[in-house]
C-alpha cells in the first residue's frame, strides 16, 4: 500500500511538472496568435479600410485558442452594438483571457491597446497598433529567452519532487 502510494505521489508531481511546462508552451503560443490577429487587424484597417468588427472576425478566423475567443467574442458584440468598444473589450478580456492564457502584463497591454481603438482615425490607429505590435515583439523576445529554460526545468522539477517525496515516506 506504501509503494502504491509512493507510485500515485511521484506521478503525480511528474504530471505537475508537465503541465506547467505546457501551460508555459501555451502562453507563448497565445503570444504569437494575439501578434498574428494584430496584424491581420492592422492589415485590413490599413488596406482594406475594413470596419473592425469585419476586422476582428478577419482576425478571428485565422488564430486559435483563447485570442481567438476573445476576437470572436468582440465581433459578436460590437455587431450587436450598444456600447462603446472598450467596454466590450474590457468585457470579452475578461471573460476569455485569463492568467493561464496570458501573463498579467501582457494582458494588461491588450487592454490598454482597446481603450484606445475605435474611436480615433485610420491613421492613428494604425499607429497605436504599430505601438503595441512593438511591446509584444519585446514581451515574445523576453518570453523566448524564459521559455527554453523553464519548459525544461518544470518537468525535471516536478520529477525531483516526487522523488524526493518518495524518500521522505520511505
Known amino acids: 500500500m506504501k509503494w502504491l502510494g509512493m507510485c ?3 506521478l503525480g508531481c511528474m504530471g505537475l511538472g508537465i503541465w506547467y511546462s505546457a501551460l508555459y508552451t501555451r502562453r507563448f503560443k497565445n503570444l504569437v496568435s494575439c501578434r498574428k490577429a494584430v496584424l491581420i ?11 473592425l468588427p469585419q476586422a476582428f472576425f478577419q482576425a478571428a478566423g485565422r488564430v486559435w485558442g ?13 455587431e450587436e452594438g450598444g456600447a462603446r468598444l472598450e467596454k466590450i473589450w474590457s468585457q470579452a478580456l475578461q471573460e476569455t483571457i485569463s492568467d493561464r492564457e496570458m501573463r498579467k502584463e501582457d494582458i494588461r497591454e491588450l487592454r490598454e491597446l482597446g481603450d484606445t481603438l475605435g474611436y480615433l482615425d485610420a491613421q492613428m490607429q494604425l499607429q497605436i497598433l504599430d505601438l503595441y505590435l512593438n511591446r509584444l515583439e ?10 527554453k529554460s523553464r519548459a525544461r526545468l518544470y518537468p525535471v522539477l516536478g520529477t525531483m519532487c516526487g522523488m524526493l517525496i518518495c524518500i521522505i515516506i520511505l
Do not use: C, H, N, W
Not at 470572436?72 to 458584440?77: G, K, P, Q, T
Open 8 to 10: 500515485m505521489v511521484f
Open 41 to 51: 487587424i492592422r492589415g485590413e484597417i490599413a488596406y482594406g479600410r475594413t470596419p
Open 66 to 78: 483563447a485570442v481567438k475567443e476573445f476576437f470572436l467574442l468582440v465581433a459578436d458584440r460590437m
Open 138 to 147: 519585446q514581451s515574445m523576445k523576453e518570453y523566448e529567452a524564459e521559455k
